[in-house]
C-alpha cells in the first residue's frame, strides 16, 4: 500500500553489481545466531555456521551481471519454480522494480514471481467504494495485470489482514501472526525454489510497518529455507525439500535522484550499512515491448489505479539523463550474509531498539546501522485555557483563540506557493474540550466525497488532528487522529478516524467531536474549526507532555489524489511517528481522577481477503501445486 508514489524512472544492469562488490568492506563483525523468538534455536542450529561466515566479493562478485538461471538438482524446478522471487506486503510494492524485472526476463531469461502478504484491504480507494475484502480482491486483479508485461506469472498471497497506515513492524507482527507468516514465506521459498530473493528495505524510519516486517520475515526465510531443521514438517509431512537460495537482495531508495544511464556504473555503497548496492537503468529499450523500460513500468504502475496511480503521467521522459534506476543493496550472496562493519547508536528509541535487537538475533547488526535518524527537535507551544468557549461555526472571534498561531510547513509532496496551498492553526480549551481552528489557503477545490466515501482523508482536501495523550507513543494505535474535510457532496464538512485507537466515522468513534467549516465562494481555501472533548482520547492527557500535530492535504484534482501536504511538525512520517509531534502543553489542566492513564486497547480491522474467492489464485494453486495461500499441502 503506498502512501506516496515515485515519479521518475530507474538503473544500469552488468558489472555496477560486480563494480560495488568490490568496495564492501568485508571485516568481521559481531554478531548473533540467526534465531528469533518465534522459531527455536533447535530450528535454526544448523544455519549458524553458514550464516556467520563472512561472505568476501569475491565469492559472489566474480562474473555476476544478472541473477541469470541456474541449472538445480534433479527435480528442482516444478511447475512453481521461479528464479527470482520478490517478497513484499501489498499489491504494488514490486511496481518500482518492473523494469528490473522485465529486463531480466527478456535479456536472460529470469523468471521473477511475487509474493504478497496481503491484498492491501487497509488502503484507500480511488475509483469506488469498496473496502476491506472486497477492495482486496481488486488489487489482486490490478497487481495481476500490472506485473504481466514484465514476464510475472505466478503472484501469491498469504491472506493475512492489511490495516491502516503504520510505521510499527511489531505491531503489524501482532496482527499477521508472525511465525504462521514466516512459516509460509519458507514454504513458499522451498516450493518456488528461486535463486534470488528481493525483498523491501527492513529498515524503521519512514516506513511501513507492512514493508518492514515483509522484508524482515523474506531474510529470516532466505536463511532458513536450506535449513532441514526449520519447519522440519514441512519435510516430512509435506515432501518439499530444503533449498538455499543464493543471492539476496534489498530494495534500496537512497540513489532514486541518481539520473541517467552512467550513475549506476559507478561503484556503490549503502551510506548506512556499508553493504554493496548496484542499480539496473530504466533507460533500456525493450525488445518485446518497443519503447523503454521506464515507459513499461509506468503503463504498469498505471493499473494500480485503486491507489490513485492511474494519476501519474502516461508519459515517462525520452531523454535518457531523465530516467533513473532500480537500486538494490546486496543482503546475501552464495547463501550467506554480506557482513559490514557494525556502528552502534546510543540513546535508542523503543522501535529502533526493537529493529536493531532484531537485526542483532539475525545474524546482520549492521542493517541497523543508522536506522534511527536525526530527529529535528519538535515545536512547542502552549493551549492556553479560555473563561468562554469558541463559538463553533469557522469564524475566529476576538479572545477565542488567544494563544499563538501555528505555521503549517510542507512536509511531503510536490512543493506549492503560498497562494497554492498554505495554511496556519491555533489551539485553545475549554474546560474538557481542546479546540482547533485550522485556516487554509488553497487555490483549488479537490474532489467533494460522498457520503459512503467520507474515509481515507488524505484522498483529497482535508485537515488532520493527531493527538498523543500521554506523550508517550511508539505507534499511532494508542493515539487520538482525525481526518476533517472542509466540504463533502452534501455541502457541509465532516470528520472520521484513521489509523489510531479507534476508526471510523466520527460520530461512531468520536460522538462528543464537533466539526464546523466556512468554505470561500470563489474558491479561495477555507477554515476548519473542531471541538475534542479530551474525554475521547484513549487514555487521560498528561497536561505537560500532551502531543500535537496538525496536518493539511491538498489535491488539487478531481481523481481522488493528493499533491501536497503540510505539517506543524514535518518530518518523516508526520502523520504516523508520534516521536515527530510537538508538544502542546494544556495550560492550568487537571485530568478527572478516575480517567485511566494506560491508553485503551486499539480496535484494528482484521478483514482480509481469501484467495478461496479469487479464481485467478485457485487457478494459480491448480496450475503450480501451490496450496492456496500458501498453505500446508499433503504429501505428494
Known amino acids: 500500500m503506498s502512501d506516496s508514489t515515485r515519479d521518475q524512472g530507474r538503473g544500469q544492469d552488468g558489472g555496477a553489481a560486480r563494480a560495488a562488490a568490490d568496495a564492501v568492506d568485508a571485516v568481521g563483525a559481531t554478531g548473533a545466531p540467526p534465531s528469533r523468538r518465534a522459531v527455536s534455536a533447535a530450528l535454526v542450529s544448523g544455519l549458524v555456521g553458514a550464516a556467520l561466515a563472512a561472505a568476501t566479493p569475491s565469492a559472489w562478485a566474480d562474473g555476476w551481471e544478472a541473477p541469470r538461471p541456474r541449472r538445480g538438482p534433479r527435480g528442482a524446478r516444478g511447475p512453481a519454480h521461479n528464479d527470482a522471487l520478490f517478497v513484499g506486503a501489498h499489491p504494488d510494492d514490486e511496481h518500482g522494480n518492473f523494469s528490473t524485472f522485465g529486463q531480466w526476463h527478456e535479456r536472460y531469461g529470469v523468471s521473477t514471481g511475487v509474493l504478497t502478504v496481503t491484498r492491501g484491504e487497509g488502503g484507500g480507494n480511488a475509483v469506488g467504494l469498496e473496502e476491506g475484502a472486497e477492495l482486496g480482491l481488486i488489487r489482486e486483479d490490478e497487481e495481476r495485470a500490472a506485473t504481466a508485461p514484465a514476464g510475472i506469472d505466478h503472484v501469491f498471497y498469504l491472506d493475512k489482514p492489511d490495516f491502516w497506515y503504520t510505521l510499527s513492524a511489531p505491531l503489524t507482527a501482532g496482527l499477521w501472526d508472525e511465525r504462521d507468516t514466516l512459516e509460509r514465506t519458507v514454504r513458499l521459498i522451498r516450493a518456488t525454489t528461486p535463486y534470488t ?5 527492513p529498515r524503521p524510519f519512514n516506513q511501513h510497518g507492512g514493508h518492514q516486517l515483509s522484508a524482515r520475515l523474506a531474510i529470516e526465510a532466505f536463511l532458513l529455507a536450506g535449513d532441514p531443521g526449520a519447519f522440519p514438517h514441512q519435510i516430512t509431512r509435506e515432501g518439499y525439500r530444503p533449498w538455499r537460495p543464493r543471492l539476496l537482495l534489498a530494495q534500496n531508495h537512497a540513489f532514486a535522484d541518481l539520473l541517467g544511464p552512467d550513475a549506476p556504473r559507478r561503484r556503490r555503497t ?3 550499512s556499508g553493504l554493496p548496492v548496484f542499480g539496473v537503468w530504466s533507460g533500456v529499450k525493450s525488445r518485446e515491448h518497443g519503447t523503454s523500460w521506464a515507459q513499461v513500468e509506468r503503463n504498469a504502475a498505471r493499473e494500480y489505479r485503486s491507489q490513485g496511480f492511474g494519476a501519474l503521467p502516461p508519459e515517462v521522459p525520452t531523454d535518457p539523463e531523465q530516467l533513473g534506476s532500480d537500486w538494490f543493496t546486496v543482503l546475501a550472496a552464495d547463501g ?23 537485526a542483532a538475533r539475525t545474524g546482520m547488526p549492521w542493517l541497523a546501522n543508522g536506522a534511527q535518524p536525526d530527529y529535528p527537535e519538535a515545536p512547542t507551544t502552549t493551549v492556553p485555557e479560555v473563561a468562554e468557549a469558541p463559538v463553533l461555526d469557522g469564524v475566529e472571534r476576538d479572545g477565542e483563540y488567544p494563544g499563538p498561531e501555528l505555521p503549517l510547513r510542507h512536509w511531503e509532496g510536490d512543493e506549492a506557493e503560498p497562494d497554492d496551498v498554505s495554511a496556519t492553526a491555533k489551539l485553545a480549551r475549554h474546560g474538557e474540550d481542546l479546540y482547533v481552528l485550522v485556516r487554509v489557503t488553497d487555490e483549488r477545490r479537490g474532489a467533494a466525497l460522498g ?17 498523543d495523550p500521554r506523550g508517550t507513543a511508539d505507534d499511532t494505535s494508542v493515539t487520538f487522529k482525525t481526518g476533517i474535510f472542509p466540504f463533502t457532496a452534501d455541502g457541509g464538512p465532516a470528520a472520521e478516524r484513521d489509523g489510531d485507537n479507534r476508526q471510523g466515522p466520527a460520530e461512531d468513534t468520536a460522538p462528543g467531536m464537533r466539526v464546523a467549516a466556512v468554505v470561500t465562494e470563489p474558491y479561495t481555501g477555507y477554515v476548519v474549526e473542531a471541538r475534542i472533548p479530551l474525554g475521547e482520547l484513549p487514555a487521560a492527557a498528561d497536561p505537560e507532555a500532551f502531543a500535537l500535530n496538525v496536518l493539511v492535504y491538498d489535491s488539487d484534482t478531481d481523481d481522488k489524489t493528493g499533491q501536497t501536504r503540510l505539517a506543524w511538525s514535518p518530518f518523516g512520517s508526520a502523520q504516523a511517528d508520534p516521536y515527530v509531534w510537538g508538544t502542546a502543553r494544556l495550560d492550568g489542566y487537571t485530568p478527572p481522577p478516575d480517567r485511566p492513564t494506560t491508553p485503551a486497547e486499539p480496535e484494528i480491522p482484521h478483514e482480509a481477503a481469501r484467495s478461496a474467492d479469487s479464481p485467478a489464485s485457485v487457478a494459480q494453486s491448480r496450475r503450480t501445486g501451490v496450496p492456496l495461500a500458501v498453505g500446508p499441502r499433503e504429501r505428494p
Do not use: C, N, S
Open 451 to 467: 457520503g459512503g466515501d467520507l474515509k481515507r482523508h488524505w484522498r483529497t482536501d482535508a485537515v488532520e488532528i493527531a493527538l
Open 270 to 272: 549503502d551510506p548506512d
Open 197 to 201: 530473493v528481493v525483498t523491501m528495505d
Open 336 to 358: 550467506r550474509p554480506v557482513r559490514a562493519r557494525v556502528r552502534t547508536q546510543p540513546e535508542l528509541r523503543p522501535l529502533y531498539r526493537e529493529f536493531r535487537d532484531w
